[in-house]
């Protein structure tokens, strides 16, 4: 059974303008309702109305007003990307322009729901008048809705979020298992032909949502490493109702944890939190479908399909992303710059302005990621001036871009940060540098060597041959599309974007600290942007009536390895199999996570202690206490190699003790002896020297499942 819908994008003047004023009425209905009324189901609606507005309406506005033409699917990817932007750009111009007025406070609730709702009606009249005196007529553009496929996907994100609900709730896995074998099963069924093409979007969305959601709702509260610092400012920001530009943080230089996050939590009413946890993953699926809208053009439905498939089953999209939100903000808006520099968009003032939308807004939003980028873009624009290349229509990125996108990037973070992320970059620059002369290739200097060589558990191992195996395929895969001189109808841009995704990913195996910088893992999921489909073609294609298709053997067989991969990256063959494996299938596994008790004890001292004595933790409990706004230091100490730093203190100070250093009497500490790559070691603390200073300092809060102590310096 099958449904159609006639997409907005088509609509009239009299169609848009029913569609706009019944938007508006719904989000200022919703935020009153909530005001007066204040409770569950009051809040529930505005939570739902807001955010389906706030990102939605915005993009499509502009989308109109441009009057690009697009087919449904771009509509909404690129609905999201633009609300993103605006959303931070009217937050951006609440905080620049308001305080010159005397306002110290512009970036109140009641502000920025008001500047929105404004912008946006000022946007809808411009919209309207655009198409009326266009003299466009409505075009019913129809999308089909296949309620096998889609109840299918629902059935997906249910099972993903009971698993994660039963582990909080019970320690118990087994849900979660279920849901990793339903999700293994979508490959085989595209492979037997069970889903139709047209609904291959939405079962990516799912896939994608339910996967993230598999870690992301693990606990109530967030779980991670640079959650927790982003959480810092993000809540700073809601306090103060400022953005303090200027620090020395990198964190604080990105509007996608100072701006959007904050205008997401305060126009929705949705708490913090939970926009962390919930939203962000949401967000971040749009990722994926985005990959397999730029690559089904090129390659084909099916093989975009797995492509896309082979991006979310790997480790760091299921078990990293959710803690990178920053990250996550970005990946869209490059994913959505890719499109438009590598797809089949038409050159033309309309398509500038939103790649001009969309490198903006992803230099604003991660600094490591629009640093990347501009790697990527600069390899990928010198492979096709290599290659001379005089068709402008299939070689999209000029030199002006180049430099716009350099310029622009160069501007913000030697201003808004005051150029900490650019002596970051020069500091990493001059240690691979004179690391090449000292340690070059070594395992002390290469983490990808380093976890090479390491013995690991068996099944552990399984899953690093079959990453190496992965590269493999995507080695031929490439290698069979030069050789065949682009027959495979991969795009020549798209191709140079994939040599220098080749290039990043060997500089960070043979430059000294290079991967390191900001861990190897992060750079491999970025690089599979550019590499995804090269992965399958590795398996090689055949040409079938004038289009690239997979024979029925190989289809079967990408599928089987697709799903084989997943049980592996996701940790599910991990726990079957007795070894360790990851918080989103193990309730006892130490993390960086939380319980109630904990969160208490946090409190506690945050309102109890002495603010000019030094706060210490470990690892992973320090985490918890800085993203609250007490300034922790690690046990381990960031700058001696050893494992203990400046520890123990020559002055009172606190030890707070979580849960896991308490029941089980573990402390996670950081090894620095193998330089520029450090590696976290639980231990007993009786033979750490914190054992010591416990048994000679005051006890002055326990409640059970965490303990705050003040020693006598």
């Known amino acids: 059974m099958k449904l159609q819908f006639i997409t907005p994008s088509s609509y009239g003047p009299r169609r848009l303008l029913i569609l706009l004023a019944s938007a508006h009425l719904a989000i200022i209905g919703s935020i009153a309702f909530d005001h007066i009324i204040q409770d569950g189901f009051s809040s529930l609606m505005r939570a739902l109305i807001a955010s ?23 509509t909404a990817i690129y609905s999201v990307g633009i609300s993103l932007a605006f959303t931070m750009f009217i937050g951006g111009s609440l905080n620049f322009i308001l305080p010159m007025s005397g306002d110290e406070r512009p970036l109140r609730e009641e502000v920025v729901d008001t500047a929105i709702v404004s912008v946006t009606l000022i946007l809808s009249a411009i919209a309207y008048l655009r198409i009326r005196f266009a003299c466009e007529e409505e075009e019913n553009a129809e999308i089909e809705i296949h309620l096998g496929p889609v109840s299918y996907s629902l059935l997906l994100i249910v099972a993903s979020i009971l698993g994660a609900t039963y582990i909080n709730n019970h320690g118990n896995s087994l849900f979660a298992l279920i849901f990793l074998v339903l999700v293994c099963m979508v490959p085989v069924l595209v492979a037997l032909k ?12 799912a896939c994608g949502v339910a ?18 610092v982003e959480y810092l400012f993000s809540s700073k920001v809601l306090e103060s109702s400022f953005w303090q530009v200027g620090t020395s943080a990198n964190a604080n230089s990105v509007m996608s944890i100072t701006i959007l996050i904050p205008s997401l939590s305060e126009v929705t009413g949705i708490p913090l939190i939970w926009v962390y946890k919930a939203v962000c993953p949401i967000l971040y699926a749009l990722v994926p479908v985005g990959l397999y809208r730029l690559l089904s053009p090129m390659i084909g439905k099916d093989i975009a399909f797995f492509s896309t498939f082979f991006l979310i089953s790997t480790f760091v999209f299921i078990q990293v992303m959710t803690d990178l939100s920053r990250q996550e903000i970005a990946e869209i ?20 302005t939103i790649s001009m939308i969309c490198a903006g807004s992803l230099i604003v939003s991660h600094y490591a990621l629009s640093c990347i980028f501009a790697f990527l873009v600069i390899g990928s624009w010198g492979f096709l001036r290599a290659r001379k290349s005089r068709n402008q229509s299939t070689v999209p990125i000029s030199g002006r871009f180049v430099a716009m996108y350099l310029v622009l990037a160069y501007a913000w973070y030697s201003t808004v940060a005051n150029s900490s992320v650019l002596n970051n970059v020069i500091g990493i620059g001059s240690f691979i540098w004179n690391g090449i002369f000292t340690d070059f290739f070594t395992r002390q200097s290469s983490q990808i060597v380093n976890l090479a060589v390491t013995k690991i558990l068996p099944m552990h191992e399984v899953t690093k041959y079959l990453i190496l195996l992965s590269e493999i395929l995507i080695m031929i895969g490439i290698w069979t599309v030069l050789a065949r001189k682009n027959r495979h109808g991969i795009s020549k841009s798209y191709t140079a974007f994939a040599l220098s995704c080749t290039v990043l990913i060997i500089a960070c195996v043979i430059l000294p600290y290079f991967a390191a910088s900001i861990n190897f893992m992060r750079f491999y999921q970025i690089s599979l942007l550019g590499l995804a489909p090269f992965f399958v ?14 024979g029925a053997t190989r289809r079967f067989a990408v599928a089987l390895f697709l799903s084989v ?52 933790a470990d690892d992973y409990r320090w985490l918890l206490l800085y993203s609250l706004g007490i300034n922790t230091t690690s ?13 123990p203190p020559n002055t009172d100070s606190y030890i707070y003790l979580g849960k896991e250093n308490i029941v089980n009497n573990n402390i996670v ?27 000679a300092s005051d006890r002055i809060f326990d409640d059970g499942a965490s303990t705050v102590f003040k020693t006598n310096g």
């Open 52 to 74: 389906l507005f706030m990102l939605t309406v915005p993009g499509f506005l502009v989308i109109r007003i441009l009057r690009v033409t697009l087919r449904p699917l771009d």
């Open 565 to 616: 991969f997943l049980l592996f990256n996701s940790g599910f063959v991990y726990k079957i199999t007795a070894e360790p494996s990851y918080i989103s299938l193990d309730a006892r596994m130490d993390y960086p996570r939380f319980v109630t008790q904990e969160m208490v004890s946090v409190e506690w001292l945050s309102d109890n202690r002495n603010d000019r004595m030094s706060v210490y």
């Open 333 to 352: 808006f490059m994913i959505l710059l890719m499109i438009q520099l590598f797809g089949n968009s038409k050159p033309g003032i309309h398509r500038s």
């Open 211 to 228: 996967l993230l959601f598999h870690k992301a709702l693990i606990s109530q509260y967030l779980t991670g490493w640079d959650v927790h």
């Open 537 to 550: 073609l590795g398996f090689t294609v055949s040409k079938r009536n004038g289009e690239l298709s997979l």
């Open 194 to 205: 069970k889903i139709p093409t047209s609904q291959y979007p939405v079962i990516i969305a």
């Open 635 to 647: 046990i381990s100490g960031s700058s001696q190699p050893g494992g203990e730093g400046p520890f």
């Open 669 to 695: 500490l950081t090894n620095y002896t193998i330089r520029g790559s450090p590696v976290l070691e639980s231990k007993p603390i009786s033979e750490t020297k914190v054992f010591s200073v416990l048994a």
